[in-house]
Nanobody, 113 residues
Framework: QVQLVESGGGLVQAGASLRLSCAASGRSFSSYGMDWYRQAPGKEREFVARISWSGGIPHYADSVKGRFTISRDNPKNTVYLQMNSLKPEDTAIYYC??????WGQGTQVTVSS
């Protein structure tokens, strides 16, 4: 069973950048599509970005298009979320997920105005 561990969250000012990482255990990482989700206080968890097993044609929520980039490094069993031009409304716990499968424990991102 694949386990996921996110890192890279923190407290930043509006306009700054962060890169989140999600390290996966297990030998089948390259077979899975990978997602990033987020959950803001008092709100439901929402989809942020998805990348296929091959890394081709990622998909993004409209709210992050043009600012966030999802990528993966299969030899390192890691998926990334590069977040630029951060806004206070991006404040949330960010989770990685195997598409349709297991979740990580999340990493907090806080953007101050």
């Amino acid at each position: 069973q694949v386990q996921l561990v996110e890192s890279g969250g923190g407290l930043v000012q509006a306009g700054a950048s962060l890169r989140l990482s999600c390290a996966a255990s297990g030998r089948s990482f390259s077979s899975y599509g990978m997602d990033w989700y987020r959950q803001a206080p008092g709100k439901e968890r929402e989809f942020v970005a998805r990348i296929s097993w091959s890394g081709g044609i990622p998909h993004y929520a409209d709210s992050v298009k043009g600012r966030f980039t999802i990528s993966r490094d299969n030899p390192k069993n890691t998926v990334y979320l590069q977040m630029n031009s951060l806004k206070p409304e991006d404040t949330a716990i960010y989770y990685c997920r195997i598409t349709g499968g297991a979740w990580g424990q999340g990493t907090q991102v806080t953007v101050s105005s």
